[in-house]
């Protein structure tokens, strides 16, 4: 996982993780630092992103299960490196592999202590190699049809977008020298290859609320007991995308945008792609949310737009059309 989305703002964000406590009360995380957070639509290791972590990691006297959301840098930092400058490390720790992960020691110290994390997105991204180059895939949870872009103000239920919820590692690096803790983070990864031929690691997908809460319970939920919550998972759909998004420096709903692949080859909608139609569509149209998280607009045309009169809508709108078979493609077991 190289590459992953996440363009809900602050608020809306914080309603999307609701949860309930020991006693089955509805919560809402508290957000640390929200002011340090941005949406993203593509969000690549070294930029910071949001996770979710026991409020025990921040406060010892801490309920342990209470959970509160913290941006973080996406490549973990141990706390033993001595050097003045975390970009000074010499390996890659974006991801962690499952298998290897008690192992070496840039992960089992953190892991050991309890410092388990949910990495948030709305989804991530994947390329295929074809003989004609790579061709990027956006994967993410199965929507309800019902779901809204961003949900109703007020409504005690989120029924906006579902997040993908990725298991991680966090842990707290000290400048030498002194100053600002700086909170990293990593995104565990299983072996993929057996259910889909283009993915050789993906990241572990906890998926539903108890796994959430098991990871994150670091007090009531040893390490041992929680590894066995990192298995892949066969509850994702993905679509093809624009290369538009290979380019980091490329920030828009365009990036995680469905498109044809073949100019005729007729794909049709399925609940999840209609679900980002909307999304995207609320995008376009600039919801008060977004503007006021100064989310990036639309562009004009995709890159491989057929049509430079065309916009992305209209694209959207062609890719989906009204009847046929599904586009976004259920992973196989």
């Not at 957070?37 to 949001?50: A, E, L, T, V």
């Not at 190699?129 to 994967?139: A, D, L, M, N, T």
């Not at 100053?179 to 283009?198: C, M, N, P, Q, R």
């Not at 040893?222 to 994702?236: D, F, R, S, Y």
Request: aromatic residues 10%.
């Amino acid at each position: 996982c190289g590459r992953t989305a996440c363009s809900l703002g602050a608020d809306n964000l914080r309603r999307a993780c609701a949860y309930r406590d020991r006693g089955g009360r509805p919560r809402q995380p508290e957000w640390i630092r929200a002011e340090r957070y941005r949406p993203s639509y593509n969000k690549g290791p070294q930029s910071s992103g949001p996770v979710l972590l026991s409020r025990r990691h921040l406060q010892q006297d801490a309920d342990s299960s209470e959970r509160v959301l913290m941006d973080m840098r996406w490549g973990l930092v141990p706390s033993w490196f001595k050097k003045d400058d975390p970009s000074k490390m010499q390996f890659n720790t974006s991801n962690c592999r499952s298998d290897t992960m008690l192992k070496k020691s840039s992960y089992k110290g953190a892991l050991l202590k309890g410092k388990r994390c949910v990495v948030l997105a709305d989804g991530f991204y994947e390329w295929q190699q074809h003989s004609g180059g790579k061709q990027p895939y956006f994967i993410y949870f199965p929507q309800t049809k019902d779901a809204m872009a961003e949900g109703t103000e007020g409504d005690e239920e989120w029924r906006g977008w579902r997040l993908l919820t990725m298991a991680g590692i966090f842990d707290c690096w000290e400048p030498p020298a002194g100053g600002e803790t700086l909170y990293t983070y990593t995104i565990i990864t299983v072996d993929a290859s057996k259910d889909v031929s283009f993915i050789h690691h993906m990241p572990a997908i906890l998926d539903g609320d108890e796994a959430i809460r098991k990871w994150l319970d670091f007090a009531e939920v040893p390490t041992q007991e929680a590894v066995k919550l990192i298995q892949p998972t066969e509850n994702i759909v993905f679509h093809p995308v624009s290369t538009f998004v290979n380019s980091i420096r490329n920030n828009t709903p365009d990036c995680l945008a469905p498109i044809e692949l073949g100019a005729t080859k007729e794909v049709k909608a399925t609940p999840s792609s209609k679900v980002m139609l909307g999304w995207l569509k609320n995008s376009q149209e600039g919801s008060p949310q977004k503007n006021e998280n100064d989310l990036p607009r639309w562009k004009s045309q995709f890159i491989h737009s057929p049509s430079p009169k065309k916009t992305s809508a209209g694209i959207l709108q062609q890719w989906l059309g009204k009847e046929g078979e599904p586009a976004a493609k259920k992973r196989k077991a």
